[in-house]
């Protein structure tokens, strides 16, 4: 498709299970993020992937979350022992933006998973 | 202290009106600043870029203060329509973009 597709739209798990979200952006896009979003509250950053450069992990909350970018195309976030806490709108967008140019940074969001850990 | 400060409002106000939001951020070094819009459960979507000389889309002015590390957003004319919340949006080069909570704006009849 010509948007940036995210997969599954609705996650319901039990607490302690591992979740994969899984994010496929607009093709040719070299930087790929990862937001959250809990209800009522602004976007959290998570994680960033830009081309071949090491991803800069700074806003993962714990070591139970990791992301993957494969062939520089599709990523996935995998939490593991998904906490109650972790209940949330998980976003993933892509820009263009190439590495040290700033000007081109226009995200195209996917439509979140909506996860809920019960 | 947060990187990026909105007042989260919610500012209501009745069609017409021209409506004010500010952004404060902390990182001196940041190049980038933009306005997003979100409406209720959707995903955020680009309003605008803000660039230092200013810049005006139709009813939406975007100003850019440096010295003082601040964003303005206007809306002249509010139709219903843009009720929604308003995320500032700022980065430095080769960083992600660093969201603020979002201004929500009500705009009645």
């Known amino acids: 498709g010509a948007g940036v597709s995210q997969s599954p739209s609705n996650k319901v798990t039990e607490k302690g299970k591992d979740v994969e979200l899984r994010c496929d952006p607009i093709?040719?896009?070299?930087?790929l993020y990862w937001y959250r979003q809990s209800l009522g509250q602004g976007l959290e950053f998570l994680i960033y992937?830009?081309?071949?450069?090491?991803?800069?992990k700074s806003g993962l909350p714990s070591d139970r979350f990791s992301a993957e970018r494969t062939g520089g195309s599709v990523s996935t976030l995998t939490i593991q022992r998904t906490q109650q806490e972790d209940s949330a709108v998980y976003l993933c967008?892509?820009?263009?933006?190439?590495?040290?140019?700033?000007?081109?940074?226009?995200?195209?969001f996917g439509s979140g998973t909506q996860l809920s850990v019960l | 202290r947060k990187e990026v400060e909105q007042d989260p409002g919610p500012f209501n106000v009745p069609e017409g009106a021209t409506v004010a939001f500010n952004c404060t951020y902390s990182?001196?070094?940041?190049?980038?600043f933009f306005w997003y819009r979100q409406d209720c459960r959707k995903e955020p979507k680009l309003l605008m870029s803000?660039?230092?000389s200013g810049n005006e889309d139709g009813r939406f002015t975007a100003q850019l203060n440096r010295a003082s590390q601040y964003i303005s957003l206007l809306i002249r004319d509010s139709k219903l329509s843009d009720s929604a919340t308003y995320l500032c949006?700022?980065?430095?080069?080769?960083?992600?973009?660093?969201f603020g909570k979002g201004t929500t704006l009500s705009v009645s009849s």
């Open positions: 967008a892509s820009s263009l933006a190439t590495f040290m140019r700033a000007t081109n940074e226009k995200l195209f």
């Open positions: 093709s040719g896009h070299t930087a």
């Open positions: 992937f830009q081309g071949n450069s090491a991803p800069d």
């Open positions: 990182n001196s070094a940041s190049q980038s």
């Open positions: 803000v660039y230092s």
């Open positions: 949006v700022v980065n430095q080069a080769g960083t992600a973009l660093i």
